[in-house]
T-cell receptor, first 112, second 112 residues
Framework: AQSVTQLGSHVSVSEGALVLLRCNYS??????LFWYVQYPNQGLQLLLK??????LVKGINGFEAEFKKSETSFHLTKPSAHMSDAAEYFC??????????FGKGTRLHILP | SQTIHQWPATLVQPVGSPLSLECTVE??????LYWYRQAAGRGLQLLFY??????ISSEVPQNLSASRPQDRQFILSSKKLLLSDSGFYLC???????????FGSGTRLTVV
């Protein structure tokens, strides 16, 4: 069965510092992997997704994630944090075309 | 591209009152449709999904029900709200055989 584990429900980084949000997944077949961002009182917006091909995926707002099959990981990174990056981030996995399983989310705080 | 409309944006209802939340989709036909609930600190909980008109799958037994009277309309209902029904309700859509969801902007429900 699919599952997603996001390490750390809250992560704080200084403005300009590296952002690293961790995600590990479990899937019985090659998965499709996603990162979504949610700003307060809004819906979720797709940041990036991995389907097949290149394992380093670039998304919007300068974020990228790398699919590492051997580590069953799909960590999200951004070289330099901005105040506007403060939000909640969800990792998700799908190995079926009609259902996606979400992690519990990581709230990212940016320190001035 | 798809657009999902959800209303109302916020709702305060007394315990025991009925509920009807509506979600409509533009820009696609025959989508899979989903209702999620997001409670504080508990991530995204899939409540219902539908692969077609009149076809509803319930993920979690509860006080809520869903209906899909038209291809691009998905309704979440309750006959009598409980305090525990409070939360942020999100509608999502994906095109059949296309991975990744589009989300609506959500409805904040407070049961008092």
């Amino acid at each position: 069965a699919q599952s997603v584990t996001q390490l750390g429900s809250h992560v704080s980084v200084s403005e300009g510092a590296l952002v690293l949000l961790r995600c590990n997944y479990s899937s019985s077949v090659p998965p499709y992997l996603f990162w979504y961002v949610q700003y307060p009182n809004q819906g979720l917006q797709l940041l990036l997704k991995y389907t097949t091909g290149a394992t380093l995926v670039k998304g919007i707002n300068g974020f990228e994630a790398e699919f590492k099959k051997s580590e069953t990981s799909f960590h999200l990174t951004k070289p330099s944090a901005h105040m506007s990056d403060a939000a909640e981030y969800f990792c998700a996995v799908s190995d079926m075309p009609d259902k996606i399983i979400f992690g519990k989310g990581t709230r990212l705080h940016i320190l001035p | 591209s798809q657009t999902i409309h959800q209303w109302p944006a916020t709702l305060v209802q007394p315990v025991g009152s009925p509920l009807s939340l509506e979600c409509t989709v533009e820009g696609t036909s025959n989508p899979n449709l989903y209702w999620y609930r997001q409670a504080a600190g508990r991530g995204l909980q899939l409540l219902f999904y539908s692969v077609g008109i009149g076809q509803i799958s319930s993920e979690v037994p509860q006080n809520l029900s869903a209906s899909r009277p038209q291809d691009r309309q998905f309704i979440l209902s309750s006959k009598k709200l409980l305090l525990s029904d409070s939360g942020f309700y999100l509608c999502a859509s994906n095109r059949v055989a296309n991975y990744g969801y589009t989300f609506g902007s959500g409805t904040r429900l407070t049961v008092v």
